[in-house]
């Protein structure tokens, strides 16, 4: 098989089983949290659960804690820094809305190659300056497993190849294409069932959470 034949095969086939193997994972992982389900809440209700679900969802999301120390400050910038950087380039850059229009149908105006770098590179930064952190923070480093380090893997990858493709730089275009075509696809295939799950599911779980505290009048 030719370097063009495989380039076909995996932004063809291999994408399509690498999507299915996506939403596959991401029914059964659904199905496992509700069918769970928990016991009937039979104590007086002391607030709004409704409200408590949306309260937590805002400032889980986007408050930073009342007490930060500098390194808590720096991880929760840098991690903005990174989720917003690796969102906007995945849904705003020409390429990438060319392939959603084809799957979907829909499309949507592309910020400039020149803020797609920029924002790459934040991306990355960002990422390697978390990874980075636990290695130097004993409390993260002791507290991190495998599945920490895979999960950071299968999000920078993505990142790296597409930057280096885009920017011709190590490797002949085409190759480097089909590296980053397969690096999204181990995203993809990885993200059910490791800690990337939680990039579909932050909603549901800090709002569980927060109808509790809700339901109990925790204001939190």
């Keep these: 098989m030719t370097s063009v034949e495989l380039l076909n095969w995996v932004r063809g086939p291999g994408l399509q089983i690498a999507f299915f193997l996506f939403v596959f994972g991401l ?3 659904f ?3 509700f069918l769970l389900g928990r016991k009937t809440d039979l104590s007086p209700a002391r607030g709004s659960a409704f409200r408590g679900a949306l309260r937590t969802i805002y400032s889980r999301s986007l408050l930073p ?3 930060m120390s500098r390194r808590e400050a720096f991880v929760h910038v840098a991690g903005w820094t990174f989720h917003l950087g690796f969102l906007l380039t995945l849904f705003f850059y020409g390429p990438h809305i060319v392939l959603f229009e084809d799957l979907l ?5 592309a910020l400039p190659n020149g803020i797609i770098d920029i924002l790459a590179i934040a991306a990355i930064v960002a990422l ?12 993260r480093r002791m507290l991190g497993g495998l599945n920490d380090y895979v999960a950071w893997t299968a999000t920078f990858l993505p990142l790296a190849t597409g930057f280096l ?10 190759d480097m294409l089909m590296l980053h075509i397969l690096s999204v ?10 800690k990337l799950i939680h990039a579909v599911t932050f909603l549901v779980s800090r709002g569980y959470n927060g109808a509790i505290a809700g339901h109990k009048g925790v204001q939190a």
Aim: without cysteine.
């Design 27 to 29: 029914v059964v992982r």
């Design 31 to 33: 199905l496992e949290m």
């Design 65 to 67: 804690p009342g007490e």
């Design 105 to 109: 149908g829909l499309s949507w105006p």
């Design 128 to 139: 390697v300056a978390l990874l980075i952190n636990r290695f130097t923070d004993p409390v």
């Design 165 to 174: 493709a885009v920017k011709r730089l190590f490797l002949p275009y085409n």
């Design 185 to 194: 696809e181990l995203l993809l295939i990885l993200l059910p069932f490791t």
